[in-house]
């Protein structure tokens, strides 16, 4: 079974961001469930705002 989780971080202000990604990784078990010592790690997360479909990005 797949599991995905979703937040939502209403700035990106580094401290709301980081406690965003932590309760995610904390609902999906920790990041030691797929991470392991020495492993190198880039985690992309999707930033996005609220802007006229012109300037939207996909």
């Given amino acids: 079974m797949v599991k995905v989780v979703v937040t939502k971080a209403d700035t990106y202000d580094e ?6 990604m932590q309760e995610l990784l904390d609902e999906l078990g920790g990041i030691s ?7 190198k790690v880039l985690i992309k997360s999707n930033m996005l705002d609220a802007v006229k479909k ?3 990005v996909t």
């Fill in 15 to 20: 401290q709301v961001v980081k406690l965003a």
């Fill in 54 to 56: 012109e300037l939207s």
């Fill in 33 to 39: 469930q797929f991470i392991k010592p020495n492993d």
